[in-house]
């Protein structure tokens, strides 16, 4: 498995082995801190596509000034040996200078969706999100690129970007991966002391609440929110963000789901702030 730096080496890697025999590329973009959900989307871009690229990237402008650029897990060769066992060709780990020249002035908004959700409580996030993402698949040129339900909100956003921007590239969205115990699997779940990783189960809780209330036929938003405070209710520690019922495509909330609909919820859980979702049938 190789390891690429810059911009031009991994076009040069991806034009090349298109050109041998007409192979297709994936990409799975991530921060680092790899763990068992990220192996799960390198190991569905493996059986999907002919090369795996795996970008290794903290991306300084989907941070806030109060949040955790500055701390984010790091664990390079840890990410670069899992990303080779589970089928990566590649790890693309830019510098901060490479993807962000000096005096660059081109960023990525995907107005209305990129407010919703995570980005009304994060200002800006999508925007960088959405900048750093439309950067990697101009770079590898990737036919596909792999990402998790988890954020499920950046996948609205990200989809409607490349709709938009006419980019060539598939978004292949993958099913949350979760402990044993039902905690979505998270990079900062690693912040999170004994404590507050029983209080994070909350999140999961939710879900399964709000899924079993749809199991039996209820479909008001109002209903299926309420019974998640309910539930939240139970562990006072725990400080709600949002919980939201909303169409997937554009986040607006609804009043009433179909099948599709996105329940997601947020919370902070002591000084780290968690997500999951669901998609409700």
Not at 201 to 230: C, H, M, N, P
Request: aromatic share 8%; charged share 20%; proline share 4%.
């Amino acid at each position: 498995m190789e390891i690429l730096r810059t911009v031009a080496e991994l076009r040069q890697w991806s034009r090349e082995e298109r050109n041998d025999g007409g192979n297709t590329i994936g990409l799975v973009p991530t921060m680092g801190a790899l763990h068992a959900g990220h192996a799960s989307l390198i190991r569905a871009a493996a059986a999907s596509v002919g090369y795996v690229a795996v970008s290794i990237f903290v991306n300084p402008t989907q941070f806030g000034p109060n949040e955790d650029y500055a701390l984010y897990p790091r664990s390079f060769e840890a990410d670069c040996a899992l990303a080779k066992s589970e089928g990566a060709n590649v790890v693309f780990a830019p510098s901060v200078e490479e993807l962000y020249s000096a005096g660059a002035a081109t960023f990525v908004e995907v107005e209305g969706l990129s407010h919703r959700l995570d980005g009304a409580s994060r200002p800006g996030h999508f925007r960088g999100v959405a900048t750093v993402v439309a950067k990697l698949l101009i770079a590898s040129e990737a036919d596909r690129a792999f990402f998790g339900q988890k954020d499920a909100a950046q996948v609205a956003v990200l989809r409607r970007m490349v709709t938009d921007l006419r980019l060539a590239t598939e978004i292949v969205v993958c099913p949350i991966v979760r402990e044993p115990d039902g905690l979505a699997l998270s990079s900062r779940n690693v912040y999170l002391g004994p404590a507050e990783r029983a209080q994070a189960l909350v999140l999961s809780r939710a879900i399964r609440q709000a899924e079993a209330q749809v199991a039996y036929g209820e479909r008001r938003a109002s209903a299926l929110i309420e019974a998640a405070r309910q539930t939240f209710a139970a562990k006072p520690e725990v400080r709600i963000d949002y919980i939201e019922v909303v169409d997937w495509a554009t986040l607006e909330a609804v009043e009433v789901d179909i099948p599709g609909t996105l329940f997601a919820v947020a919370a902070w859980v002591g000084a780290t702030r968690l997500i999951d979702n669901t998609i409700l049938i």
